[in-house]
């Protein structure tokens, strides 16, 4: 997503355990697992601009993120069957001279139709069970969904809109080699 806008990058792995942080609020559990893989990160390149992100799925009452087995990703989709829930996606952008971070939630409707069967057949295809809330919308998740109310960068990963304006706000522009 950040290479097809025009914005060089190299991926590194933050090695944070995400299952270290337990908040109850789905914004605030977002912010501080991005804030805490972008400082993991740019304490190894304290040069670069580093961009984290995280996501976490709530119903307004509880927050959940990946799935931690089959049968949890089984369970998570079932439960969320002719329901909405928001997608809440932290973003944190630090380097040298920024240090700035953002929420943006993006609100998804399941689907009442969605069978047994095609969950079953879901889980055990694999797609979703890295990704908050057990589903990837931009894949063969596409058919537990009806209807998406938000930001479409925020539910595949990140709040691009977003964090190209605090990049902009920091001298980032689209150049030729740039794109």
């Given at each position: 997503?950040?290479?097809?806008?025009?914005?060089?990058?190299?991926?590194?792995?933050?090695?944070?355990?995400?299952?270290?942080?337990?908040?109850?609020?789905?914004?605030?559990?977002?912010?501080?697992?991005?804030?805490?893989?972008?400082?993991?990160?740019?304490?190894?390149?304290?040069?670069?601009?580093?961009?984290?992100?995280?996501?976490?799925?709530?119903?307004?009452?509880?927050?959940?993120?990946?799935?931690?087995?089959?049968?949890?990703?089984?369970?998570?989709?079932?439960?969320m069957r002719g329901k909405s829930h928001e997608l809440v996606t932290?973003?944190?952008?630090?380097?040298?001279?920024?240090?700035?971070?953002?929420?943006?939630?993006?609100?998804?409707?399941?689907?009442?139709?969605?069978?047994e069967a095609e969950v079953d057949a879901y889980v055990a295809s694999?797609?979703?069970?890295?990704?908050?809330?057990?589903?990837?919308?931009?894949?063969?998740?596409?058919?537990?969904?009806?209807?998406?109310?938000?930001?479409?960068?925020?539910?595949?990963?990140?709040?691009?809109?977003?964090?190209?304006?605090?990049?902009?706000?920091?001298?980032?522009?689209?150049?030729?080699?740039?794109?």
């Open positions: 997503m950040l290479e097809s806008a025009g914005i060089r990058l190299r991926c590194e792995s933050s090695g944070f355990d995400e299952r270290s942080v337990v908040v109850p609020d789905a914004a605030e559990m977002a912010l501080v697992l991005a804030r805490s893989k972008a400082r993991s990160v740019a304490q190894r390149f304290p040069d670069a601009w580093v961009i984290g992100a995280d996501q976490v799925v709530t119903d307004g009452v509880s927050a959940w993120g990946k799935p931690s087995d089959p049968a949890d990703h089984r369970r998570q989709l079932l439960s932290g973003f944190c952008v630090l380097g040298p001279d920024i240090d700035e971070s953002g929420v943006e939630r993006t609100r998804m409707f399941v689907r009442a139709d969605v069978d694999g797609e979703g069970s890295g990704c908050a809330g057990g589903y990837a919308v931009e894949g063969r998740g596409v058919f537990l969904f009806e209807r998406i109310e938000g930001d479409w960068f925020n539910v595949i990963g990140l709040p691009l809109l977003q964090v190209m304006t605090v990049l902009r706000r920091h001298g980032w522009r689209a150049t030729p080699e740039r794109g």
